[in-house]
């Protein structure tokens, strides 16, 4: 690699990182992601009253799905619609233009958009996560039951990694739609399809057309892959291998998509 | 007519297809397609939704507790196909499976059940109970040591089979997370089967597993059984 | 590149362009500018002034022909580099301040440390913002947003630069400040390219102008010259003159 690539490597990548951090400013100014925040917090705070219904050390059980439940659900609406809402607002309030008629080159400012847009989940699944775990670490106690500490840091991070494929799909979409309801509402079908895998081997009930069916759900990820319940011990790497793969393969693909978008 | 491809169009998709393809080579958990076949009877109730939504947990969670407000009210029917609806979307919970397999085995066939009915009518209907629990229980791959001491005890006090019981406590005394007592009822249970040596061949295997310390493993009380059955069996 | 090539600031050779909806923005149009010189392209609505500064810009490609600035492929890095564009009705996040907005695009020109401190004074200073500079862009006027776009579209000195109907939602005062901000270009020699609906002030201001019609260019030449250009606008697009 030349001086020349080398110094157009440190500007891109120096590029990507100061929209990344304009988009991370615009997404916790964004009221949605509050308010979408402030309900999986009134969810998880709320589970509370199980403790009514004196279930035991299951209570505990019962507490953490609720948690990992208002998270993941939150974790992914912020995804698939703050990614749409960061996208478009650029493109719609003319920042894209002043940025991109600068020499700033568009695969830079795609995944400076999509860095930004992680930055902000992490943010959200890691506050919800500690909360969750502050929570439930003194209902342990109270319980007399083990406090699942690593469990819950682990479960934060698949829901994060969850959202974060959902999160460049919906960038992909992005790239080809024109409105950002179409590509939030692609985008939640897109998580819908990605929970349903295990039903697309049994469905339909057409041999030859299930073989359709399969072969395309087969390439959509498998989002169940992340529910913190389905952790298997020593699959940490191969989940997030996963993971990962799925968001650079829909980061790649948005990349040259955009790069013949009109503006 | 002449065809014009976009090949520069078609790349993004290429990319995606490809890439897609090399990433199903990363193993996963095994699916869960055939369960999700028990959700027909609680359709309508958002359990199917919220699954797709990525909630399976506390959907589960949401209708075990309305099997538990089921079977306070004595519902057989709503009780078990809540409680099966919850463990089809988790199947993995040994708390669902265990529950589950318990209400089915000893509180269903009590209800409803004429109290003058003969006592082989009931002895019956609750071996039909105990049999269906047991499917429920059937083995998965990576059973826990609970879902196989569960198999046990309702085998044993259910169906009133001692040996199969006594083989289901040895699988599940095998399992670094049993409870001590699996390895105990075991031993007892196959001595009454008329399996005492080999009983004892194995209980010599498992004892220097047994920590020495922990008053919960017995260990002085199994050590001084070894010694018991070898007088009692002989060489 | 030829010698000759070297010479335009700007070329469009051939230049048509067509939306997915099937509209034709641009029918085969070609142009081409000297550097240093100040230019307007003029038209009614629809006539393409705006296709033609986005792709310029880099902001969109071509349907078929060449579009080259400064001797490059527009749309290229080193295209880009040398140009400040200004897009019609510019809006910017509104808790940034002007500060912050010259900063942050300041740095994505390769402008950094006290480079980009003294770059950003210079041009508020220039654009007449001095007094705003610190406070979010959500309380600026419609005057002072646009002048915080020419501020940004010089911010790195750009040769080219492009305005797309600088002179919209702006008051005579605003319009008059505009006049003036546009002969201080000139005064710097960039090469600039503006799209007006205001023909006095492209007769008051420019060299040269490209009156577009249904996306064709139907006339180029001196905005002074023996006719007027409002006069040649009503004779080259008399339905266009009725319909408005």
Same mark, same amino acid.
């Given at each position: 690699m030349s001086r020349q690539d080398n110094l157009s490597l440190a500007s891109a990548l120096r590029a990507i990182g100061l929209v990344a951090r304009m988009t991370l400013s615009q997404a916790v100014r964004w009221r949605l992601a509050w308010f979408t925040g402030a309900a999986a917090l009134l969810l998880i705070g709320g589970a509370c009253w199980l403790r009514d219904l004196h279930f035991g050390g299951a209570e505990l059980r019962f507490l953490l799905d609720l948690g990992f439940g208002a998270i993941g659900i939150g974790a992914l609406l912020v995804a698939v619609l703050g990614t749409a809402h960061l996208f478009f607002g650029d493109l719609d309030g003319r920042m894209a233009a002043f940025v991109l008629a600068r020499p700033v080159p568009r695969t830079s400012w795609l995944l400076g958009k999509l860095a930004g847009a992680l930055g902000a989940l992490a943010f959200l699944c890691g506050s919800l996560?500690? /909360?969750?775990g502050a /929570?439930?670490?003194?209902?342990? %106690?109270? /319980?007399?039951?083990a406090w699942p500490g690593l469990e819950i840091v682990r479960s934060g991070g698949l829901l994060w990694l969850k959202a974060a494929i959902a999160s460049a799909a919906t960038l992909f979409v992005c790239t080809y739609a024109r409105t950002p309801l179409l590509a939030g509402g692609a985008g939640l079908l897109f998580v819908v399809i990605g929970h349903l895998r295990p039903v697309a081997s049994?469905?339909?009930? %057409?041999?030859? /057309?299930r073989g359709v069916v399969g072969a395309v759900v087969r390439l959509w990820p498998d989002l169940t892959r992340f529910d913190p319940l389905d952790w298997m011990p020593g699959t940490g790497a191969a989940l997030a291998g996963y993971g990962l793969g799925y968001v650079a393969l829909f980061a790649g693909a948005a990349a040259l998509a955009f790069s013949r978008r009109d503006l | 007519m002449r065809l014009s491809v976009n090949l520069p169009g078609?790349?993004?998709?290429a990319v995606l297809v490809l890439g897609a393809a090399l990433l199903q080579s990363v193993p996963g958990p095994p699916e869960r397609a055939g369960e999700w076949r028990l959700l027909g009877p609680v359709a309508g109730t958002g359990a199917l939704p919220a699954a797709a939504g990525g909630w399976r947990a506390p959907a589960a969670d949401v209708l075990w507790l309305r099997a538990n407000l089921a079977w306070e009210r004595r519902d057989a029917v709503a009780t078990e196909t809540l409680a099966r609806a919850a463990v089809a979307l988790e199947p993995e919970v040994d708390y669902f499976r265990i529950n589950t397999a318990r209400i089915i085995a000893f509180d269903l066939p009590e209800w409803g059940l004429d109290p003058t009915a003969p006592a082989e009518v009931a002895r019956r209907r609750r071996a039909q109970h105990v049999r269906r629990a047991l499917e429920l229980l059937a083995s998965r791959p990576g059973d826990s040591a609970a879902v196989l001491v569960e198999r046990a005890r309702l085998t044993h006090q259910g169906l009133g089979d001692s040996e199969a019981a006594g083989e289901l406590f040895r699988a599940a005394a095998e399992r670094p997370d049993a409870p001590y007592f699996a390895g105990r009822l075991s031993v007892e249970l196959l001595i009454r089967a008329g399996r005492a040596r080999e009983a004892r061949e194995w209980l010599?295997?498992?004892?220097p597993r047994l920590p020495a310390g922990d008053p919960e493993a017995q260990r002085a009380r199994m050590e001084a059984r070894l010694r018991e059955l070898d007088r009692l069996?002989?060489? | 590149m030829t010698e000759a090539g070297a010479e335009w600031a700007l070329e469009l050779?051939?230049?048509s362009k067509e939306f997915p909806v099937g509209a034709r923005a641009l029918d085969g149009i070609s142009l081409r500018l000297a550097r240093g010189r100040l230019a307007a392209l003029v038209g009614p609505n629809g006539s393409g002034k705006t296709t033609v500064l986005k792709l310029l810009a880099g902001l969109i490609r071509p349907t078929s022909g060449t579009v080259r600035v400064g001797g490059h492929a527009a749309g290229s890095v080193p295209a880009r580099a040398g140009l400040g564009y200004l897009p019609e009705t510019p809006d910017y996040p509104g808790w940034l301040t002007g500060r912050e907005l010259l900063r942050h695009l300041g740095r994505l020109s390769g402008l950094d440390g006290a480079g980009l401190d003294e770059a950003i004074a210079r041009r508020a200073a220039w654009?007449?913002?001095r007094a705003v500079l610190d406070r979010p862009a959500q309380t600026y006027s419609s005057g002072q947003r646009q002048r915080l776009g020419l501020a940004q579209a010089l911010l790195h000195d750009p040769a080219l630069v492009l305005l797309d109907e600088p002179a919209a939602a702006l008051d005579p005062g605003g319009i008059a400040g505009l006049a003036d901000l546009l002969r201080r270009l000139r005064a710097e020699r960039r090469t600039v390219v503006l799209s007006s609906h205001f023909l006095p002030q492209v007769e008051a201001t420019c060299d040269h102008a490209w009156l577009l019609r249904a996306g064709r260019l139907i006339w180029e030449g001196d905005p002074t010259g023996a006719v007027a250009l409002s006069q040649r606008f009503i004779e080259l697009a008399p339905e266009d003159v009725a319909a408005g």
């Amino acid at each position: 690699m030349s001086r020349q690539d080398n110094l157009s490597l440190a500007s891109a990548l120096r590029a990507i990182g100061l929209v990344a951090r304009m988009t991370l400013s615009q997404a916790v100014r964004w009221r949605l992601a509050w308010f979408t925040g402030a309900a999986a917090l009134l969810l998880i705070g709320g589970a509370c009253w199980l403790r009514d219904l004196h279930f035991g050390g299951a209570e505990l059980r019962f507490l953490l799905d609720l948690g990992f439940g208002a998270i993941g659900i939150g974790a992914l609406l912020v995804a698939v619609l703050g990614t749409a809402h960061l996208f478009f607002g650029d493109l719609d309030g003319r920042m894209a233009a002043f940025v991109l008629a600068r020499p700033v080159p568009r695969t830079s400012w795609l995944l400076g958009k999509l860095a930004g847009a992680l930055g902000a989940l992490a943010f959200l699944c890691g506050s919800l996560t500690v /909360l969750t775990g502050a /929570l439930t670490a003194g209902r342990a %106690e109270a /319980l007399g039951v083990a406090w699942p500490g690593l469990e819950i840091v682990r479960s934060g991070g698949l829901l994060w990694l969850k959202a974060a494929i959902a999160s460049a799909a919906t960038l992909f979409v992005c790239t080809y739609a024109r409105t950002p309801l179409l590509a939030g509402g692609a985008g939640l079908l897109f998580v819908v399809i990605g929970h349903l895998r295990p039903v697309a081997s049994a469905w339909p009930s %057409e041999a030859s /057309l299930r073989g359709v069916v399969g072969a395309v759900v087969r390439l959509w990820p498998d989002l169940t892959r992340f529910d913190p319940l389905d952790w298997m011990p020593g699959t940490g790497a191969a989940l997030a291998g996963y993971g990962l793969g799925y968001v650079a393969l829909f980061a790649g693909a948005a990349a040259l998509a955009f790069s013949r978008r009109d503006l | 007519m002449r065809l014009s491809v976009n090949l520069p169009g078609l790349a993004p998709w290429a990319v995606l297809v490809l890439g897609a393809a090399l990433l199903q080579s990363v193993p996963g958990p095994p699916e869960r397609a055939g369960e999700w076949r028990l959700l027909g009877p609680v359709a309508g109730t958002g359990a199917l939704p919220a699954a797709a939504g990525g909630w399976r947990a506390p959907a589960a969670d949401v209708l075990w507790l309305r099997a538990n407000l089921a079977w306070e009210r004595r519902d057989a029917v709503a009780t078990e196909t809540l409680a099966r609806a919850a463990v089809a979307l988790e199947p993995e919970v040994d708390y669902f499976r265990i529950n589950t397999a318990r209400i089915i085995a000893f509180d269903l066939p009590e209800w409803g059940l004429d109290p003058t009915a003969p006592a082989e009518v009931a002895r019956r209907r609750r071996a039909q109970h105990v049999r269906r629990a047991l499917e429920l229980l059937a083995s998965r791959p990576g059973d826990s040591a609970a879902v196989l001491v569960e198999r046990a005890r309702l085998t044993h006090q259910g169906l009133g089979d001692s040996e199969a019981a006594g083989e289901l406590f040895r699988a599940a005394a095998e399992r670094p997370d049993a409870p001590y007592f699996a390895g105990r009822l075991s031993v007892e249970l196959l001595i009454r089967a008329g399996r005492a040596r080999e009983a004892r061949e194995w209980l010599r295997a498992w004892l220097p597993r047994l920590p020495a310390g922990d008053p919960e493993a017995q260990r002085a009380r199994m050590e001084a059984r070894l010694r018991e059955l070898d007088r009692l069996i002989g060489p | 590149m030829t010698e000759a090539g070297a010479e335009w600031a700007l070329e469009l050779t051939g230049v048509s362009k067509e939306f997915p909806v099937g509209a034709r923005a641009l029918d085969g149009i070609s142009l081409r500018l000297a550097r240093g010189r100040l230019a307007a392209l003029v038209g009614p609505n629809g006539s393409g002034k705006t296709t033609v500064l986005k792709l310029l810009a880099g902001l969109i490609r071509p349907t078929s022909g060449t579009v080259r600035v400064g001797g490059h492929a527009a749309g290229s890095v080193p295209a880009r580099a040398g140009l400040g564009y200004l897009p019609e009705t510019p809006d910017y996040p509104g808790w940034l301040t002007g500060r912050e907005l010259l900063r942050h695009l300041g740095r994505l020109s390769g402008l950094d440390g006290a480079g980009l401190d003294e770059a950003i004074a210079r041009r508020a200073a220039w654009a007449g913002l001095r007094a705003v500079l610190d406070r979010p862009a959500q309380t600026y006027s419609s005057g002072q947003r646009q002048r915080l776009g020419l501020a940004q579209a010089l911010l790195h000195d750009p040769a080219l630069v492009l305005l797309d109907e600088p002179a919209a939602a702006l008051d005579p005062g605003g319009i008059a400040g505009l006049a003036d901000l546009l002969r201080r270009l000139r005064a710097e020699r960039r090469t600039v390219v503006l799209s007006s609906h205001f023909l006095p002030q492209v007769e008051a201001t420019c060299d040269h102008a490209w009156l577009l019609r249904a996306g064709r260019l139907i006339w180029e030449g001196d905005p002074t010259g023996a006719v007027a250009l409002s006069q040649r606008f009503i004779e080259l697009a008399p339905e266009d003159v009725a319909a408005g």
